[in-house]
């Protein structure tokens, strides 16, 4: 069979392409009223990665105001303003939307050997919502700011000044393009699924789009709910978490986890289904453990809903009740561990091919591997006590969130590159940005961990002479991991004008997008529809 | 199946507040009884049979759809959406009712007589509660609308009904929440 092809490969003029979804119809209107689940995908590339690019224009920001104590570059209401907003942004506009609205709408029906999703409409609905949350949500910005925190505790969030309820507001419309994407990619799943394709052939990015899909449908009603009743009590102030008037803020939290810890498992599902596809590819091997993966996905997912208290251990609930979520969250980490081995056992035998997508699910091995373990220490009670709302945290959700998912998005970004603008990015600089992006998040983040250790709480904005140095490396690194953004940028950018027409399967990958589909696809996705005989992993015997 | 998954989403929606009421229910026992004396239940029985009685015109409409008798659909859906009006109109009433005696959530909470502290909570539930119910019934008298149309266009039949079934789904749960909410906050205590 075909092994992997990079840019530096092919050489010559590129041939002539036919049509396909990208220019099928021309002009602006045909893009924003299109039911192509293919276009809508890459509209909201488009758009996360702008909220990924503003997210990261507030991180680097305020590390370097956190390069020195006290004033550096803005003052401390500033300060809140940017760790808020760039939370806020990163959380709700770039990382929940980023792999199931960017690359799942790409692929859930090409991977199941359909013509679009079951509700096409619906999906560029999804699409407008996100848009209009945004928009409410970023006109914050300008109109008085966010300081609140991306969590939004009460009773500071009920009363200053900030622009609480456009953000809440965005907020909860952004829900509803979570939810309806995740509908429809169960009914997409469920009813239109190629002939021959059984659910134990569906490749494992399924599965995990499936498992996140349902988490979505569950968990974001109740943030719907919560944001609604924090914009009652800022505006009606009806009591219900404002101690002020008889209301409890430990509630909030309670409703406000209840959602967001299910949030995270949304955030990490989908790009754990990326790395399956990475290793298995890039690997020319057949996943260790198809149906353990598939079900570990499921397990994250139900199990998720019963530990949300653990975000919560200082906050006065019972002993009782925070030794039960200890519990729990030590055995949620189990399926997580499962896949790990899994993956390192695809790995064993396999005939490794260092390709940039190859680079990015190393860099996740490790790094996911550092933030789950770093999440037990967090799950500890006793330890909890020490490190809670310390930087120690920080780091963790970095490394699981951008060291996990993000890591995960870029190489599904890499891998699925060729298919969806049918051109070849540079390998030589797609690794050096690999090498940028691991060497500056680890110098970014593995400093945070120690600060946290030695007692640097987050969110502050001055603090002791003896953290400073351990802040300037991180913050050094943060402009390590901008440059490795920015060289990625120029180089993906660039394939689109000038890089090499890429073929049909340039990674010898054996799932429907590759096999059944050009590069770029035709509206339709497919010549003819397919039938699926074997499974998505069936590489060649010559390699074992 | 899209609109059963939907469906789910407002069980959890609803669910939510459920668990509010739940907790302050328990905290607050006293409060919360003396509190849902003033209610009207006579009114909130009546809105009771209101909705039951829209919910069976509601599923009437989608069996006339089955079976291609086009007027007598729109005359169901019109009938539920009279239906509707009523609920609201009874609601109007029982809210401007408390709006006069300053039986208000938390802050606005200005009525006599009350022996606890915590009646404002009550009235917070209360509120959000009937007060989201209240948004769904209007929503869903605006779909109401756009089926009628639909209906009256000819779009509907024996062959092609499933808009009007996936509201009726709709509809019901609206109903069932109703169910659910009218012996908690009024009768119970």
């Keep these: 069979m075909s092994v992997s092809v990079t840019a530096d490969d092919l050489e010559g003029n590129p041939a002539p392409r036919g049509t396909n979804y990208l220019n099928a119809e021309r002009g602006l209107v045909s893009w924003l009223t299109t039911v192509d689940h293919k276009r809508i995908g890459l509209m909201y590339l488009g758009s996360v990665l702008v909220a990924f690019a503003l997210g990261g224009f507030f991180a680097l920001a305020l590390r370097l105001e956190l390069l020195s104590p006290k004033h550096t570059i803005m003052s401390a209401g500033a300060y809140n303003q940017s760790f808020t907003l760039h939370g806020a942004v990163m959380t709700f506009l770039f990382i929940i939307p980023s792999i199931p609205g960017a690359l799942g709408n790409f692929l859930v029906p090409i991977l199941l050997g359909a013509k679009d999703v079951a509700f096409p409409r619906l999906n560029l609905l999804s699409l407008y919502l996100y848009w209009i949350g945004a928009i409410f949500t970023l006109s914050s910005i300008v109109t008085g700011g966010l300081d609140t925190g991306w969590t939004f505790y009460v009773p500071y969030a009920s009363t200053t000044n900030t622009s609480v309820l456009s953000v809440t507001f965005g907020v909860f419309v952004l829900g509803f393009s979570s939810v309806l994407t995740g509908l429809n990619f169960i009914v997409t799943m469920h009813k239109l699924r190629a002939p021959g394709m059984t659910w134990y052939r569906m490749p494992l990015i399924l599965w995990s789009l499936y498992a996140t899909s349902i988490v979505q449908i569950l968990a974001t009603p109740v943030l719907a709910i919560t944001l609604l009743l924090l914009m009652a009590e800022r505006v009606f102030h009806i009591g219900i978490f404002d101690p002020v008037y008889g209301g409890d803020p430990v509630l909030y939290q309670h409703f406000f986890w209840f959602y967001s810890h299910p949030a995270v498992y949304i955030m990490i599902l989908p790009g754990m289904g990326i790395i399956s596809e990475l290793i298995a590819v890039h690997a020319q091997r057949k996943i260790f453990g198809y149906k353990a993966i598939a079900f570990s996905s499921v397990a994250i997912a139900l199990v998720g809903f019963l530990v949300w208290g653990h975000h919560m251990f200082v906050s006065g609930q019972s002993e009782l009740a925070a030794t039960i979520f200890s519990f729990l969250t030590f055995i949620v980490s189990v399926p997580s561990g499962v896949k790990v081995f899994n993956w390192i056992s695809t790995l064993y035998g396999g005939s490794i091919k260092f390709t940039a997508p190859m680079l990015f699910a190393m860099c996740f091995l490790f790094l996911f591997t550092i933030g789950g373990l770093t999440g037990l220490f967090l799950g500890m009670l006793s330890v909890d006590m020490h490190l809670h709302d310390t930087y120690f945290v920080v780091a963790h959700f970095h490394y699981v969130m951008m060291g996990g998912t993000v890591t995960a998005f870029l190489g599904g970004l890499h891998h699925w590159w060729p298919k969806m603008t049918g051109r070849m990015y540079s390998e030589r600089l797609a690794s050096v940005a690999a090498a940028l992006y691991f060497i500056g998040f680890n110098v970014t983040f593995f400093s945070q961990f120690i600060m946290g250790t030695r007692g640097m709480p987050r969110r502050y904005y001055n603090y002791l002479d003896q953290f400073q140095p351990l802040h300037a490396f991180s913050t050094f690194g943060s402009w390590l991991l901008g440059a490795g953004f920015l060289l990625m940028l120029y180089y993906l950018l660039k394939s689109l004008k000038s890089g090499a027409v890429a073929p049909q399967n340039p990674w010898g990958g054996r799932s429907l997008e590759w096999t059944e589909a050009a590069s770029p696809p035709v509206t339709e996705n497919f010549t003819h529809r397919p039938v699926v005989t074997e499974g998505p992993y069936e590489f060649s015997r010559g390699q074992s | ?189």
């Design chain 2, 1 to 189: 199946m899209g609109m059963w998954l939907f469906l789910v989403t407002e069980i959890l929606l609803f669910g939510g507040l459920f668990c509010a009421f739940a907790v302050f229910r328990s905290w607050y026992y006293a409060d919360f009884v003396e509190a849902h004396h003033h209610l009207d239940r006579v009114m909130g029985a009546v809105n009771t049979v209101v909705l039951i009685c829209s919910s069976l015109s509601m599923a009437l409409a989608v069996r006339s759809a089955q079976m291609s008798k086009t007027r007598l659909t729109s005359l169901l859906i019109g009938a539920t959406l009279a239906l509707s009006c009523v609920f609201l109109a009874i609601k109007f009433v029982e809210y401007q009712h408390k709006f006069h005696e300053g039986l208000l959530p938390g802050k606005y909470f200005t009525a006599e007589g009350f022996h606890g502290h915590h009646a404002g909570m009550f009235f917070a539930v209360y509120f959000m509660m009937t007060g989201i119910h209240g948004v769904h019934i209007l929503i869903g008298m605006g779909l109401m609308l756009w089926l009628l149309r639909r209906n009256l266009r000819g779009e509907l039949s024996s062959r092609y009904y499933a808009p009007l079934e996936g509201f009726g789904l709709y509809w019901h749960l609206v109903d069932l929440v109703w169910i659910y909410l009218f012996p908690l906050l009024y009768l119970i205590g």
